[in-house]
C-alpha cells in the first residue's frame, strides 16, 4: 500500500514546454524506466493538434507503448472532444481535462470560456460508456494566472463543483507556480468541503520554489495524489529561467524520508533521469537530491 501516489507528468508538461525534441524510441525508454523506478501512473503525452504542439506529434504511438507496460496506469491530457476521441482511441486508462479558472487563460488556451470548457467535459464523460476510461476534471491557474493575475476562489469552487458531477476525479492545478501553503490550504479546505473524496489531485510548478511546500500544505489537507515532473522538466515560457513541475525526485524523497510510502525507488528513479539527461542533454533540468545524493543512512519508508 502506497501513503502517497504520485503521477509523473514530465512526459506531458515536461516535454510539451521543453525547448528540445525528445525522439519517440527515447521518450519510450524513458517511460519505461520511469515505470520501472516504481512509478504507477504516468502523463505519457497530450491530444493536441501536432502542427500546434510538435512534442506531442507521437502521443498515440507513445500510449501504445505504455500500455505493453504491466500495471501502469497510462494518462494522456485532452483539451477537447477531438482529443478525446483520439486518446480513447490509442487507449488511455485515465484522461484528464484542463479546465481553466481564468478566463483569460481559458481562451487564448483552449479558445473557449471556461463554462464551455465544462460542456466538453460532460460530453465527452457521456461519451464515454461502461467500459471507457476514467476522467479527470482539472481545474487549471487555481491559484493566480499570468494573464489575468488574481483569479477568484470562487470560480474555482464554482468548476469544481460542475466538474465533480461527472468526473471521476477532480484537481487543482497551479499551472504558472503563483500558489503559496496557505492559500493551497485554504483552497483545498473549501472545494473539499464541496465536493468531498471527489477532490483527488495536486498539480504544482516550481516557478517560484514553492513545490515541495505547496505539495506538504496539500498532503496537510488531505491530499494523496501528486502530480510531478522529473528534473523539474519543463519551465515556463513565461518565466525565465523557472523551473516546470514539482521535482519528481525530491517530493519523493521527501514523502519517504518523512516514513510515507511512495513505492517508488529512488535509486532507479536516479537512473531514469540519466537517460532524461541522455535523450536532451541541451535541456536544462533542476532537483536537488539526485545532486547531493541521499543521506548517510537514509532509509525509503517502510
Ligand atoms: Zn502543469
Known amino acids: 500500500m502506497r501513503d502517497v501516489h504520485i503521477c509523473e507528468v514530465g512526459p506531458r508538461d515536461g516535454l510539451?514546454?521543453?525547448?528540445?525534441?525528445?525522439?519517440?524510441?527515447?521518450?519510450?525508454?524513458?517511460?519505461?524506466?520511469?515505470?520501472?523506478?516504481?512509478?504507477?501512473?504516468?502523463e505519457v503525452g497530450s491530444f493536441v493538434p501536432p502542427k500546434l504542439i510538435p512534442a506531442m506529434a507521437d502521443t498515440a504511438?507513445?500510449?501504445?507503448?505504455?500500455?505493453?507496460?504491466?500495471?501502469?496506469?497510462v494518462v494522456a491530457l485532452a483539451p477537447?472532444?477531438?482529443?478525446?476521441?483520439?486518446?480513447?482511441?490509442a487507449g488511455a486508462h485515465k484522461i484528464t481535462f484542463p479546465v481553466s479558472a481564468s478566463r483569460k487563460h481559458s481562451e487564448s488556451n483552449v479558445r473557449m470560456t471556461p463554462e464551455q470548457?465544462?460542456?466538453?467535459?460532460?460530453?465527452?464523460?457521456?461519451?464515454?460508456?461502461?467500459?471507457?476510461?476514467?476522467?479527470?476534471?482539472?481545474?487549471?491557474?487555481?491559484?493566480?494566472?499570468?494573464?489575468?493575475?488574481?483569479v477568484p476562489?470562487?470560480?474555482?469552487?464554482?468548476?469544481?463543483?460542475?466538474l465533480a458531477e461527472f468526473c471521476d476525479g477532480v484537481a487543482l492545478a497551479d499551472t504558472v507556480g503563483y500558489a503559496n501553503p496557505a492559500q493551497v490550504k485554504r483552497l483545498f479546505s473549501l472545494v473539499r468541503k464541496e465536493i468531498g473524496s471527489k477532490l483527488e489531485g495536486a498539480h504544482f510548478h516550481n516557478t517560484r520554489g514553492l513545490g515541495l511546500a505547496n505539495a506538504l500544505a496539500a498532503y496537510e489537507e488531505g491530499v494523496r495524489a501528486f502530480d510531478a515532473s522529473m528534473g523539474g522538466l519543463g519551465g515556463c515560457p513565461f518565466a525565465p529561467?523557472?523551473?516546470?513541475?514539482?521535482?519528481?525526485?525530491?517530493?519523493?524523497?521527501?514523502?519517504?524520508?518523512?516514513?510515507?510510502?511512495?513505492?517508488?525507488?529512488?535509486?532507479?528513479?536516479?537512473?531514469?533521469?540519466?537517460?532524461?539527461e541522455q535523450a536532451i542533454p541541451e535541456e536544462p533540468i533542476y532537483g536537488h537530491t539526485p545532486l547531493a545524493g541521499l543521506p548517510k543512512g537514509f532509509r525509503a519508508a517502510a
Do not use: Y
Request: net charge positive; proline share 2%.
Open 117 to 150: 470548457m465544462v460542456e466538453q467535459v460532460r460530453q465527452c464523460a457521456a461519451l464515454r460508456g461502461k467500459d471507457g476510461p476514467e476522467i479527470e476534471g482539472a481545474v487549471s491557474t487555481a491559484f493566480g494566472c499570468t494573464l489575468q493575475g488574481a
Open 61 to 73: 504511438e507513445i500510449v501504445t507503448h505504455a500500455r505493453t507496460i504491466a500495471g501502469l496506469k
Open 16 to 42: 510539451q514546454n521543453a525547448k528540445h525534441l525528445m525522439p519517440t524510441e527515447a521518450k519510450k525508454r524513458w517511460i519505461t524506466a520511469l515505470a520501472a523506478a516504481g512509478l504507477e501512473e504516468i
Open 80 to 89: 477537447n472532444v477531438k482529443g478525446f476521441e483520439r486518446a480513447r482511441g
Open 153 to 162: 476562489e470562487a470560480d474555482v469552487l464554482r468548476l469544481a463543483v460542475a
Open 241 to 276: 529561467g523557472a523551473s516546470g513541475n514539482v521535482i519528481t525526485e525530491d517530493l519523493v524523497f521527501m514523502f519517504e524520508a518523512m516514513g510515507l510510502k511512495t513505492g517508488i525507488d529512488l535509486q532507479k528513479l536516479f537512473a531514469a533521469r540519466k537517460l532524461l
